[in-house]
């Protein structure tokens, strides 16, 4: 009995670890090549870096996205740290730092009239 009460109260500590590790970027990456292109967006699997522009945009981001992007990430229990951003017509591509996680960078695309995460790119 004891045996069996230890095996499941590691389970559940492992479950619950397990869960606090895993780190949601963007939900689903739903826009398509083609859409990408159209919108100027860009590919999936090209790497943009960010520049000087990008990253003193970032600085003057508005107090309000800066709190719906940061909140959007909090709540799904990873720190965020937007260290670059560019406009691209209704869309902010997004360099974010995660320092908790890995490599801890990665490039978002975040629809401003949404207000969340519509596609990922490469943005290290």
Do not use: H
Not at 16 to 33: M, Q, R
Not at 58 to 68: C, G, N, Q, R, V
Request: glycine share 8%; aromatic share 12%.
């Amino acid at each position: 009995m004891k045996r069996c009460l230890l095996i499941l109260l590691t389970a559940v500590a492992f479950t619950g670890c397990v869960k606090s590790l895993n780190y949601p970027i963007a939900l689903e990456d739903s826009l398509t090549e083609v859409e990408r292109t159209n919108l100027k967006l860009p590919a999936k699997r090209t790497l943009t870096r960010e520049t000087k522009t990008d990253k003193e945009y970032a600085a003057e981001l508005s107090p309000t996205m800066i709190k719906a992007i940061l909140y959007y990430y909090y709540n799904s229990g990873t720190k965020a740290v937007i260290y670059a951003a560019r406009p691209v017509g209704g869309y902010l591509l997004l360099w974010l730092e995660f320092p908790y996680v890995g490599e801890g960078r990665i490039g978002v695309i975040w629809s401003v009239k949404e207000n969340k995460p519509v596609g990922i790119f490469e943005g290290q």
